[in-house]
């Protein structure tokens, strides 16, 4: 029996020339030759202010609680059906997240239950493009302008989605993108800092460069470089930006092997959507998505547990999502909910994640949708 993993890192087939290259130009430390040409390349692609490179997406929300000012007791909105990294970044500053439901159709945070949860208090709203599919960023833009708020783009898995034909990571003050592994593109660990607000531009790099202005001194608009705020080591190493720019290369061809997998699952599911056994993920219109992710919603926590493990008996492997970070213990203990999160609790307890990843055979899909289609029909 052939095994199907959940995930299978691309390879483009240039990481190992772009490593050599980093021992021949004795780089390795970061900010060198394929950080900058990877900055670039975000920077252009996505047509944003600047980019920076950093270890991953949690050091990139770390550095955008930073330059959103979150200090002890500021509050930021988000949902709570994301990874921990997104709330330990605000709770990291002392701040304190406070978690609102999300929609029932994208599953992200539903942008007419943020208005109510502002307080005082209230220094920034965090966005999470879920599965590739973007939030509502009009609506979460006009809130903020109106109460004088940042907004953060946790867009861990929406590199190249767009809404309304502009792309991801431009649709906020400030943006995370994720390079693990699991990511569309990756470089193991990795991330990077969208900034589209150009007054942050210069603070974002004295912050990214350990809280100097050594990136002055760099441009030799400055003699000499010292330490002129806070910071820390957010920058990856040559190492990793060499595997990442071969990525960047590809990113295309990624997305659209996975698109064709997505595409392929939501037409082989749309049987069981119609006898009402599950529900497929929504796309709105006005989005495009990459693929990153497709899920399936079942009728409950017991039927999803059963399904994952008849596929695990096959050889097939499926996991859950995320456990919602308001019923977890750091949650309770650093954080607080507005409002009901039931739409959150329910999705947590049945939602089921397939295979999918460049690369992925046609065959691989339709055994992943028999499999499914057996279980379920039974």
């Not at 980019?51 to 929300?61: F, M």
């Not at 509502?136 to 302008?145: S, Y």
């Not at 749309?270 to 219109?285: C, D, F, Q, W, Y």
Request: charged share 20%; glycine share 6%; aromatic share 8%.
């Amino acid at each position: 029996m052939t095994r199907i993993p959940f995930n299978k890192p691309p390879i483009t087939g240039r990481e190992l020339e772009y490593l050599a290259k980093v021992f021949e130009l004795r780089e390795f430390s970061g900010n060198g030759t394929f950080t900058d040409w990877c900055q670039a390349w975000l920077k252009n692609r996505l047509g944003a202010a600047d980019a920076l490179l950093t270890q991953s997406c949690t050091a990139s929300l770390e550095m955008s609680a930073v330059l959103a000012n979150i200090g002890p007791g500021d509050e930021v909105i988000m949902p709570s059906f994301t990874f921990v990294s997104t709330a330990n970044a605000i709770v990291l500053r002392h701040g304190v997240p406070v978690f609102v439901d999300i929609r029932p159709d994208t599953l992200n945070i539903d942008e007419t239950k943020i208005e109510a949860a502002i307080t005082a208090k209230t220094k920034a709203i965090c966005a999470v493009h879920y599965a590739g599919i973007c939030a509502e960023m009009d609506v979460i833009n006009d809130i903020a302008r109106r109460y004088g708020l940042t907004v953060i783009e946790d867009a861990a898995q929406a590199l190249l989605s767009s809404y309304h034909g502009r792309q991801a990571g431009t649709l906020s003050d400030l943006a995370c993108f994720s390079f693990h592994e699991t990511k569309n593109v990756m470089s193991g660990e990795g991330g990077a800092l969208i900034v589209n607000d150009p007054t942050l531009v210069e603070r974002a790099f004295v912050i990214w460069e350990k809280g100097t202005n050594r990136r002055a001194f760099k441009l030799g608009t400055t003699d000499k470089y010292t330490w002129v705020d806070c910071g820390s080591s957010f920058l990856p190493s040559e190492l990793t930006a060499a595997v990442l720019f071969a990525q960047l290369e590809q990113a295309e061809r990624f997305n659209a092997e996975r698109c064709a997998i997505w595409d392929r699952y939501h037409t082989g599911f749309s049987g069981l959507e119609a006898k009402e056994l599950v529900r497929r993920p929504i796309v709105p219109t006005h989005c495009t998505h990459n693929g990153h992710l497709y899920y399936l919603l079942l009728k409950s926590e017991t039927s999803r547990n059963r399904l994952i493990e008849q596929l695990r008996k096959n050889d097939i492997w499926a996991p859950f999502h995320y456990i919602p970070l308001h019923s977890a213990p750091a949650g309770q203990r650093y954080a607080r909910s507005n409002g009901s999160l039931e739409v959150t609790d329910r999705v947590s307890g049945c939602l089921i994640r397939l295979p999918l990843y460049a690369g992925m055979s046609p065959e691989a899909a339709d055994k992943v949708i028999d499999h499914v289609e057996a279980h379920l029909g039974s």
